[in-house]
Nanobody
Protein backbone atom coordinates (compact mmCIF):
# COMPACT_ATOMS: atom_id res chain seq x y z
CA UNK A 1 0.00 0.00 0.00
CA UNK A 2 1.35 3.39 -0.93
CA UNK A 3 1.28 6.74 0.84
CA UNK A 4 -0.35 9.94 -0.33
CA UNK A 5 0.56 13.33 1.12
CA UNK A 6 -1.38 16.49 0.24
CA UNK A 7 -0.19 20.07 0.56
CA UNK A 8 -1.12 23.54 -0.63
CA UNK A 9 -4.24 24.26 1.37
CA UNK A 10 -4.83 27.47 3.27
CA UNK A 11 -7.00 30.55 3.74
CA UNK A 12 -7.96 32.50 0.63
CA UNK A 13 -10.44 35.26 -0.14
CA UNK A 14 -13.43 34.63 -2.40
CA UNK A 15 -12.33 34.84 -6.02
CA UNK A 16 -8.81 33.76 -5.17
CA UNK A 17 -6.79 30.73 -6.23
CA UNK A 18 -4.97 27.83 -4.65
CA UNK A 19 -2.99 24.91 -6.06
CA UNK A 20 -3.12 21.63 -4.18
CA UNK A 21 -0.46 18.96 -4.61
CA UNK A 22 -0.43 15.28 -3.68
CA UNK A 23 2.77 13.26 -3.73
CA UNK A 24 2.49 9.49 -4.01
CA UNK A 25 5.12 7.11 -2.70
CA UNK A 26 5.46 3.35 -2.56
CA UNK A 27 3.73 2.67 -5.87
CA UNK A 28 4.07 3.04 -9.61
CA UNK A 29 1.82 6.08 -9.99
CA UNK A 30 0.97 5.56 -13.64
CA UNK A 31 -0.90 2.35 -12.74
CA UNK A 32 -3.47 4.36 -10.82
CA UNK A 33 -6.31 6.67 -11.67
CA UNK A 34 -6.28 9.56 -9.19
CA UNK A 35 -8.98 11.69 -7.65
CA UNK A 36 -9.69 14.64 -5.40
CA UNK A 37 -12.52 14.56 -2.87
CA UNK A 38 -13.60 17.09 -0.26
CA UNK A 39 -15.48 17.04 3.00
CA UNK A 40 -17.11 20.07 4.58
CA UNK A 41 -18.11 20.09 8.28
CA UNK A 42 -21.24 18.02 8.84
CA UNK A 43 -21.31 16.75 5.26
CA UNK A 44 -20.38 13.58 3.44
CA UNK A 45 -17.10 13.34 1.57
CA UNK A 46 -17.84 14.21 -2.04
CA UNK A 47 -16.18 13.74 -5.40
CA UNK A 48 -14.44 16.77 -6.88
CA UNK A 49 -12.31 15.60 -9.83
CA UNK A 50 -10.62 12.56 -11.29
CA UNK A 51 -7.84 11.97 -13.81
CA UNK A 52 -6.95 8.82 -15.72
CA UNK A 53 -3.69 6.92 -15.52
CA UNK A 54 -2.30 8.58 -18.63
CA UNK A 55 -3.75 12.01 -17.88
CA UNK A 56 -5.84 11.94 -21.03
CA UNK A 57 -9.17 11.61 -19.25
CA UNK A 58 -10.57 14.01 -16.67
CA UNK A 59 -13.91 14.37 -14.92
CA UNK A 60 -15.30 17.06 -12.61
CA UNK A 61 -18.30 17.51 -10.44
CA UNK A 62 -20.60 20.16 -11.91
CA UNK A 63 -20.00 22.74 -9.17
CA UNK A 64 -16.28 23.08 -10.02
CA UNK A 65 -16.35 22.78 -13.82
CA UNK A 66 -14.62 25.74 -15.44
CA UNK A 67 -12.97 26.75 -12.14
CA UNK A 68 -10.87 23.73 -11.10
CA UNK A 69 -8.32 21.81 -13.15
CA UNK A 70 -6.84 18.43 -12.27
CA UNK A 71 -3.47 17.34 -13.66
CA UNK A 72 -0.67 14.91 -12.91
CA UNK A 73 3.06 14.48 -13.41
CA UNK A 74 3.72 10.75 -13.44
CA UNK A 75 7.49 11.23 -13.59
CA UNK A 76 7.27 12.99 -10.22
CA UNK A 77 4.39 10.87 -8.86
CA UNK A 78 2.48 14.07 -8.17
CA UNK A 79 -1.17 15.01 -8.56
CA UNK A 80 -2.39 18.61 -8.74
CA UNK A 81 -5.63 20.50 -8.34
CA UNK A 82 -5.62 24.10 -9.56
CA UNK A 83 -8.53 25.92 -7.98
CA UNK A 84 -9.55 29.32 -9.35
CA UNK A 85 -12.48 31.65 -8.63
CA UNK A 86 -12.87 30.07 -5.22
CA UNK A 87 -16.17 30.44 -3.38
CA UNK A 88 -17.01 30.11 0.32
CA UNK A 89 -18.86 26.89 -0.49
CA UNK A 90 -15.54 25.37 -1.61
CA UNK A 91 -14.41 25.42 2.02
CA UNK A 92 -13.58 21.84 3.04
CA UNK A 93 -10.82 19.38 3.77
CA UNK A 94 -9.51 18.16 0.42
CA UNK A 95 -8.28 14.60 0.03
CA UNK A 96 -6.40 12.93 -2.78
CA UNK A 97 -7.01 9.26 -3.51
CA UNK A 98 -5.68 6.50 -5.74
CA UNK A 99 -7.62 3.81 -7.61
CA UNK A 100 -5.85 0.89 -9.26
CA UNK A 101 -7.02 0.63 -12.85
CA UNK A 102 -6.41 -1.58 -15.86
CA UNK A 103 -7.68 1.13 -18.20
CA UNK A 104 -5.37 4.00 -19.17
CA UNK A 105 -8.19 6.48 -19.79
CA UNK A 106 -10.61 5.57 -16.99
CA UNK A 107 -11.77 8.05 -14.35
CA UNK A 108 -13.84 7.24 -11.28
CA UNK A 109 -16.37 9.17 -9.19
CA UNK A 110 -17.26 6.53 -6.63
CA UNK A 111 -15.45 6.71 -3.29
CA UNK A 112 -15.38 2.94 -2.86
CA UNK A 113 -13.31 2.62 -6.03
CA UNK A 114 -10.39 4.36 -4.31
CA UNK A 115 -8.24 2.28 -2.01
CA UNK A 116 -5.59 4.69 -0.82
CA UNK A 117 -6.24 8.12 0.72
CA UNK A 118 -4.17 11.04 1.92
CA UNK A 119 -4.61 12.74 5.29
CA UNK A 120 -6.27 15.82 3.79
CA UNK A 121 -5.47 19.52 3.53
CA UNK A 122 -7.77 22.31 4.73
CA UNK A 123 -9.04 24.88 2.26
CA UNK A 124 -10.90 27.86 3.72
CA UNK A 125 -12.47 30.50 1.49
CA UNK A 126 -13.48 33.54 3.50
CA UNK A 127 -13.18 37.31 3.51
Amino acid sequence: QGQLVESGGGLVQPGGSLRLSCVASGRTSNNYSMGWFRQAPGKEREFVASISRNGGGTDYTDSVKGRFSISRDNAKSTLFLQMNSLKPEDTAVYYCAAAASSYPTATYRVRSRYRDWGQGTQVTVSS
